[in-house]
């Protein structure tokens, strides 16, 4: 799903919204959530998953290109935990 997708199905199921107003809801979503990570706190939301940062440490890394060995700094990195009911949606056949 694009984000385009998303607000249209929003939209669809609160016709008592307009999309000007979908689109801010999203924005606000989405940066509340970013907003959290860059302070690196968690964002918790029961049912769906967690969303967090990981640090990866600096290690060298090559070029494909060249082969060239580079350095590649520390740095943190989103992760995303599914919760257990959606494990267990994606798992149901």
Known sequence: MI??????????DNSDLRAEEVEQVVDIFFEEISQ????????E???????S????QARQGRNPRTGEVVDVPAKKVPYFK?????????NEN
């Open 53 to 56: 940062t990981r640090e990866r």
């Open 45 to 51: 939301l029961r049912g769906f998953g967690a969303f």
């Open 82 to 90: 599914p919760g257990k009911e959606i494990r267990e949606r994606l």
């Open 3 to 12: 984000r385009s997708e998303l607000l249209t199905a929003i939209a669809e």
């Open 36 to 43: 959290r990570l860059t302070e690196g706190g968690r964002v």
